[in-house]
Nanobody
Framework: QVQLAATGGGLVQAGGSLRLSCVVS????????MGWFRQTPGKGKEREFV??????????LYADTVKGRFTISKDNTKKTAYLQMNSLKSEDTAVYFC?????????????????WGLGTQVTVSS
């Protein structure tokens, strides 16, 4: 059974940085693509796409709202992906989730197949 654990959330001032990590364990994945999403109270249950990285770790895709501020990377030897968040804004406050699957298009979709980890809270104070 695939398990994901997202960590690294916390409270930070606007303009600050945080790095989230998501570790993949279990399952039969030898390689994986990973997507990051966020969910904000008051915006319903819809999860907003933040960014994703392919299984090789060479191709990335970002939402316009975070482009230039957030960077996704991964370490296949550690089965871990990272979301480096810089120049944080109050509107980045949300619960952040990671999603894993071998297929890149799956991890860019908030619905459909794939495995989700528990979220981690990021709060940016202004």
């Amino acid at each position: 059974q695939v398990q994901l654990a997202a960590t690294g959330g916390g409270l930070v001032q606007a303009g600050g940085s945080l790095r989230l990590s998501c570790v993949v364990s279990g399952g039969s994945f030898t390689t994986f693509a990973m997507g990051w999403f966020r969910q904000t109270p008051g915006k319903g249950k819809e999860r907003e796409f933040v960014g994703a990285i392919d299984w090789r770790g060479t191709d990335t895709l970002y939402a316009d709202t975070v482009k230039g501020r957030f960077t996704i990377s991964k370490d296949n030897t550690k089965k871990t992906a990272y979301l480096q968040m810089n120049s944080l804004k109050s509107e980045d406050t949300a619960v952040y989730f990671c999603k894993v699957d071998p297929r890149f298009h799956v991890v860019t979709d908030p619905s459909g197949p794939g495995y989700w980890g528990l979220g981690t809270q990021v709060t940016v104070s202004s």
